[in-house]
């Protein structure tokens, strides 16, 4: 069955740091690829999607991603964190479903990043 | 800003009682989903539709049902609730690929409690 997995389920790192969120996924076929953030008491929104082409792809507030196919993975990075990013991050995975079906969105579990001032 | 909604935000009700989540989008999207999200899990698809009249049962087991009566509007409907349902339930929409590359965009959830 097709999966998502982000690797961590917490993360607190201090202002400045480098972040790196893991996300692997379990599909042998052709995917599109999502990082959505939960802000505290907002919406989730999409941060950056890949479709196809350049497999580094960059997102809103400085994060980006790079689609890695042979390691099936798509993970999320920001070179220096603030504390306005601390929020909720789910990587998701589009998948065909086969000719009678359209796609099905699978999301991870999320990972939650505290970013200490 | 994402033009879908729902209503109520939270809600807090005993065992045994009906209830109806609401979910409107504005952007004339044909596909709306909605999802079961718990602390610390997955998003759970409980049910999704891809048009008028289209509805499906999603990955998790849910004892909710669902009508698309209308384009943007997606009600979820408990016929008796239970404290098992105590959960954040998220809606969404997605619009044509081509457009969008299959993008969904949320609604603010609802945080249903049964006591």
């Known amino acids: 069955a097709q999966s998502v997995s982000q690797h961590n389920h917490h993360v607190i790192l201090s202002e400045a740091a480098s972040l790196e969120l893991g996300c692997n996924y379990s599909y042998g076929g052709t995917v599109n690829l999502f990082w959505y953030v939960q802000y505290p008491g907002q919406h989730l929104q999409l941060l950056l999607k890949y479709f196809s082409g350049d497999p580094l792809v960059k997102g809103i507030k400085g994060f980006e991603a790079e689609f890695i196919k042979s390691k099936f993975s798509f993970n999320l990075r920001k070179p220096s964190v603030q504390w306005s990013d601390t929020a909720e991050y789910f990587c998701a995975v589009n998948a065909h479903e086969g000719s009678a079906g359209g796609f099905k969105t699978i999301f991870g579990a999320g990972t939650r990043l505290f970013v200490k001032a | 800003e994402a033009d879908i909604y729902q209503t109520p935000r939270y809600l807090v009700i005993g065992t045994g009682k009906k209830i109806t989540l609401e979910c409107s989008q504005t952007?004339?999207?044909?596909?709306m989903y909605w999802y079961q999200q718990d602390p610390g899990m997955e998003l759970h698809l409980i049910h999704y539709s891809y048009g008028v009249n289209s509805t499906e049962k999603g990955d998790l087991s849910s004892e909710s049902t669902v009508s698309r009566i209308r384009t943007e509007h997606f009600p979820l409907t408990l016929e008796s609730a239970r404290p098992s349902h105590t959960s954040q339930y998220l809606c969404a929409s997605r619009g044509a690929a081509a457009k969008t590359y299959n993008e969904q965009f949320f609604g603010p959830g609802t945080r249903l409690t049964v006591l």
């Open positions: 952007m004339g999207h044909d596909k």
